[in-house]
């Protein structure tokens, strides 16, 4: 009786779904011997409260980093914070989201009104830039998992020289600049894709990702933390917010003996000699405030400059969003429209969406780089200018101290240091 | 002036810029914050979209892909003949591996009833290649088709594959609807687009 109760019940289900699935070639069949109907899985992603869980890490990581190294000064409890960032953020976590990749989530958000930032990946990009404002990059010292990994791997640093080191400083702007674009465009997250150590956090990824974030581990024992220094975008918003932060982490416990040991142990060239008093004549000064001046008033030419260069280019730019490169290649050349092996030009021709259609999008696409090129290049023309500026100032500083933009906060100095409090 | 040493201009220069970068984080935050949702978002693929073109299998940052094909068992019409499942101009259907279209030998097929048989996906095998998505769809009811299975997908902030697909397919979700299964008549909307 049981066995014809549910016999009928799926016969009447079959019918219902028969005269739904009108439209299909071939009907689903009544089965006569019971046959169930396995379910189509669906296994759940992970829980978007772990999400928050997340951010509350973050938040704990970076306290107690900064308690330990303004407060405790302690460069051990830093180390083990690290390690801890590389296991949870890096290797348990794949390193995403993280802080540096939010700059393109922040950004889209404020350019695309269609895409919605996630609260916690907003709370990425703030939290670790609040904690700079107060204590400095002590991001870059035990949060940040990119920079735990090559931190770890620092063996034997070499010392740079400091012309080599503002010219490559340089580097981030560009890196952070055309981020921003791209992103604000909603052509490509350039950080993500060439992110070279979330390779190895997944273990897994395309063999370039591995070979360049291999390469950089291998830099990285010469040349210490090569992506913070070089490359990574977050790391120029952070500088800004660090050098002006409201405490730091101080070398000595009280009173510099000026016996230059800690300069021997930072890895990143981050700490300042103290000024000469010699240099400091009045005639240098006085030329050197002149000079100051002078470059003062050429940054909207270097502004003006930089935004023609950029905003020129913004053809070969824009080429990397792909409406504008399929556009473009449908134009110059039209006999690609029979290649049926050019997947991106048969699915859009299977689209049915017109040609026209897509040069406007494009031509849209490439006004807005054009537009992004002026600000991008302006900016960099007043970051060269600054730094060409920055030259000229010597500043009264009789101690040695870390250079409050570009110290990580690592808390390797604070270890050299003799001074007992 | 000379005794409160404790306010030079130094720290004038120092309060002031920090002030200013701190409001502009918090107004970047507050602009942000204007856009942000409480929702988590995840990578899908849209069946409706999709082309089958073959990317899914390549382009993904894991290897094996994440996406897998997936069978909505509603819409399929359990044929003899599976346009998913044989290579075309296939006359005997036996499931010899040189018959099959799936280069991973991935579709389990299985006898039920005279004549028709179950499809079942091992997503162990699968590469998400889609050759059998393009079958049951040109030959078939369509009811193979490409999704990203949550229990893999490392959720990038960018998919990789999202960039290279020709069709635009792969979007972002919310969580709470991960899925956009075929012909899923209870969960809605799927249905009008066929």
Known sequence: ?421 | MAKNKEYTRRDFIQRGARLTLGLSLAGVGTLAATHAGKQKYVWQIDPFKCTQCGRCATDCVLSPSAVKCVHAYDLCGYCDLCGGYFKPGVTKLETGAEKQLCPAAAIERKYIEEPYFEYIINEELCIGCAKCVKGCSSFGNGSLHLQIRHDLCVNCNECSIARVCPSDAIKRVPASEPYIIKGDFTAGGGAEQV
């Open chain 1, 1 to 421: 009786m049981k066995k014809l109760r549910k016999f009928i019940l799926f016969i009447t289900m079959a019918l219902v779904l028969v005269a739904v699935n009108a439209q299909q070639r071939f009907p689903k069949p009544e089965f006569e011997t019971g046959y169930e109907q396995p379910d189509t899985t669906t296994p759940e992603p992970r829980a978007a409260a772990l999400e928050y869980v997340d951010v509350f890490i973050l938040l704990a990581v970076l306290a107690l980093a900064s308690w330990f190294a303004v407060k405790k000064r302690s460069r051990r409890g830093i180390l083990w914070l690290s390690v801890f960032t590389l296991i949870y953020f890096g290797f348990y976590r794949n390193g995403c989201i993280c802080s540096i990749g939010s700059i393109q989530n922040v950004t889209l958000a404020l350019f695309d009104p269609a895409y919605k930032i996630s609260i916690t990946v907003l709370a990425f990009f703030l939290l670790p830039l609040i904690f700079a404002l107060f204590y400095g990059r002590t991001f870059c010292a035990a949060a940040c998992p990119l920079g735990a990994i090559q931190d770890l791997l620092v063996i034997q640093p070499i010392s740079v020289s400091s012309w080599v080191r503002k010219t490559l400083s340089f580097i981030p702007h560009v890196y952070l600049g055309l981020a921003v674009l791209f992103a604000a465009t909603g052509t490509d997250f350039i950080i993500c894709r060439y992110d070279p150590f979330v390779g190895i956090f997944r273990m897994d990824g395309p063999y370039t990702m591995i070979a360049l974030g291999i390469a950089f581990l291998v830099l990285g024992m010469f040349f210490a933390r090569p992506y913070c220094r070089v490359f990574c975008p977050y790391g120029v918003l952070l500088g800004w917010m660090s050098r002006f932060s409201r405490k730091h982490l101080t070398i000595t416990a009280s009173k510099c003996i000026q016996c230059k040991l800690c300069t021997t142990s930072c890895p990143f060239d981050a700490i300042d000699e103290p000024v000469d008093e010699k240099v400091r004549t009045e005639k240098t000064i006085q030329s050197n405030t002149k000079r100051y001046l002078i470059f003062g008033l050429l940054l909207p030419v270097w502004m003006l400059v930089g935004g023609f260069a950029v905003s020129s280019a913004h053809v070969l730019l824009s080429k990397a969003h792909p409406d504008v490169y399929l556009a473009e290649l449908l134009i110059t050349r039209p006999e690609l429209k029979a290649d049926v092996d050019n997947l991106d030009i048969q699915a859009f021709l299977e689209s049915g969406k017109s040609m026209d259609q897509l040069v406007e999008e494009a031509a849209l696409i490439r006004t807005k780089f054009k537009k992004g090129g002026w600000i991008l290049g302006a900016y960099l023309g007043l970051v060269l200018g600054i730094m060409i500026m920055n030259q000229f100032v010597l500043r009264r500083h009789e101690d040695y101290e870390p250079h409050k933009g570009d110290c990580f906060s690592c808390g390797r100095c604070m270890d050299y240091c003799p001074v007992v409090k």
